[in-house]
């Protein structure tokens, strides 16, 4: 089970980047996809995520707008187009996911009907990020 970020880079104030997540090793169907942040010298923050099941998405609030998030089956990735892009959205950008699939007993799984986007504790796995930096 894997995820990888890739699709950083450096570019100009106002310019957009897009990253893309690809899962290997299990598909995205029932999971929930969450992109998050890191700056230098600050904590890791949710940015958006989306279910795949149900195409339900979520962004955090100074982000709407800019950030759109989306999933790809065929491909098994999700990627996330950032557009007019600001100095202040230099980070590394993490991919990270979790089923909505909860196992109630060795045969029986339930559906979890409600999660917080941005709790990083929510998420089983992780990729390794990717840089995105953009100059002033």
């Known amino acids: 089970v894997q995820l990888q970020a890739s699709g950083g880079g450096f570019v100009r104030r106002g310019r957009t980047l897009r990253l893309s997540c690809a899962a290997s090793?299990?598909?995205?169907?029932?999971?929930?996809i969450g992109w998050f942040r890191q700056a230098p010298g600050k904590e890791r923050e949710g940015t958006s995520c989306?279910?795949?099941?149900?195409?339900?998405?979520y962004f955090s609030d100074s982000l709407k707008g800019r950030f759109t998030i989306a999933t790809d089956d065929a491909m098994n990735t999700v990627d996330l187009q950032m557009n007019s892009l600001k100095p202040e959205d230099t980070a590394v950008y993490y991919c990270?996911?979790?089923?909505?699939?909860?196992?109630?007993?060795?045969?029986?799984?339930?559906?979890?009907?409600?999660?917080?986007?941005?709790?990083?504790?929510?998420?089983?796995?992780w990729g390794q990020g990717t840089l995105v930096t953009v100059s002033s």
């Open positions: 090793g299990f598909t995205l169907d029932y999971n929930v």
């Open positions: 990270a996911a979790f089923s909505r699939l909860i196992p109630v007993d060795t045969r029986r799984k339930r559906w979890l009907p409600d999660f917080h986007c941005g709790d990083l504790s929510t998420y089983d796995f």
């Open positions: 989306i279910s795949d099941r149900d195409g339900t998405a």
